[in-house]
């Protein structure tokens, strides 16, 4: 797979960016030869890009150009089932907890066809300021904008 990106995976035809995910068509290009399925190393990078419009969407507009950044400290995956290539999927992301220095996302990978669960992944993101290049707490407003946004995580 050569998307390593968010701008990269919009280049492609089949992508759809909503402000709660990304829909995506996989392609055969994607898959490992012999495979068709999915690897799971490229879910991770299609999470990430999940992630990234995330960060367009939500943080970088109340940042408002500030420096700041943000440094995995977790990230929990459970694969379900197997992703077919050829099938479209929705990366639907949403805010599951918020604390003073770091917040939890959790993604969860649906099959459109069917509505059908494929993995589940909680990412812990430490916000980091990459000037001072340390951790530190995100602008206030941030804080208050992510906890508006945030859904408590659900048992299952």
Not at 38 to 53: D, K, V
Request: charged content about 30%.
């Amino acid at each position: 797979m050569d998307i390593t990106s968010l701008d990269r995976l919009r280049k492609t035809e089949d992508v759809v960016c909503r402000p709660d995910g990304i829909i995506i068509a996989i392609k055969d290009s994607w898959i490992i030869e012999g495979e068709d399925r999915l690897s799971y190393t490229t879910l991770i990078r299609l999470i990430e890009c999940c992630r990234e419009h995330h960060w367009q969407i939500d943080i970088l507009p109340v940042a408002k150009g500030k420096p700041l950044d943000s440094i995995c400290k977790l990230l929990t995956c459970d694969f379900i089932r197997p992703i077919a290539v050829g099938s479209t999927v929705f990366i639907k992301y949403q805010i599951t907890e918020v604390r003073r220095r770091s917040y939890t996302l959790r993604f969860k990978v649906l099959e459109t066809a069917n509505n059908s669960l494929c993995a589940e992944c909680d990412l812990v993101s430490v916000f980091y300021d990459p000037i001072a290049r340390q951790c530190k707490p995100p602008p206030s407003s941030l804080i208050d904008k992510l906890t508006e946004l945030c859904c408590p995580r659900r048992e299952k």
